[in-house]
């Protein structure tokens, strides 16, 4: 049971390149995120989906574009990156015991330069 | 709009030693829910606990207890017999009915440093 995992761990990106963040979870769960952190912040919502097949916006969603691939996983494009966008990327899906707990993956460093 | 509010940026303490995280919050919903994370230096962020609006009692969980003081909007962390692998930074982060529905609100962050 790996919980959330990310791809990569780590990127290094020029200004107007596009990437995809990858994201899986293994907990079936519905609801998953995408959340950045930047430095001397807490994290910010980007995008969420509640379910398979759809997706809606959060605090941040600009230069971002979401798919819910299906129930497992949740990727994250940047179609044109600016350096604004170097950041720490999490995903997290949400479940538990009380079913409002977000579980989160180990976060993708994110450089654009 | 709903907020978190997390004043202390860092706080010190020795091994063994109680510390308060304090985290106060800010809603008009009548119900939500509040969490605590823990992020080392490694970059994770570590679920610690959970208190829903409506529980009766305050919830705990190890050396992790959460002090819910629902008139004054505080949500604060205790953490009983501090260790070093304590020192870390730590998020309060609310559930709201934001536009996300779901999703969490986080403070800014507490730094905790143990110390021996």
């Not at chain 1, 912040?41 to 969420?48: E, T, V």
């Not at chain 2, 020795?14 to 304090?22: F, I, S």
Request: glycine residues 10%; positive net charge; aromatic residues 12%.
């Amino acid at each position: 049971n790996a919980g959330v995992t990310q791809t990569p761990k780590f990127q290094v990106l020029k200004t107007g390149q596009s990437m995809t963040l990858q994201c899986a979870q293994d907990m079936n769960h519905n609801s998953m995120y995408w959340y950045r952190q930047d430095p001397g912040m807490g994290l910010r919502l980007i995008y969420y989906s509640a379910s398979e097949g759809t997706t809606d916006k959060g605090e941040v969603p600009n230069g971002y574009n979401v798919s819910r691939l299906n129930k497992r996983e949740f990727s994250l494009r940047l179609e044109s990156a600016a350096p604004s966008q170097t950041s720490v990327y999490f995903c997290a899906s949400r479940g538990g015991i009380h079913q409002e707990t977000q579980y989160f993956g180990p976060g993708t460093r994110l450089l654009v330069l | 709009a709903q907020k978190i509010t997390q004043t202390q940026p860092g706080m010190f303490v020795q091994e063994k030693e109680a510390v308060t995280l304090d985290c106060t919050y800010d809603t008009s919903d009548p119900s939500y829910g509040l969490f605590w994370y823990k992020q080392p230096s490694s970059g994770e962020m570590i679920f610690l606990i959970y208190q829903g609006s409506y529980d009766q009692q305050n919830a705990t969980e190890g050396r992790y207890s959460l002090n819910f003081q629902k008139a004054r909007k505080s949500a604060n962390l205790v953490i009983s017999a501090s260790q070093l692998g304590d020192s870390a930074m730590y998020f309060c982060a609310m559930r709201g009915h934001n536009q996300a529905g779901t999703a969490l609100i986080f403070g800014k962050g507490t730094t905790l440093s143990v110390s021996s």
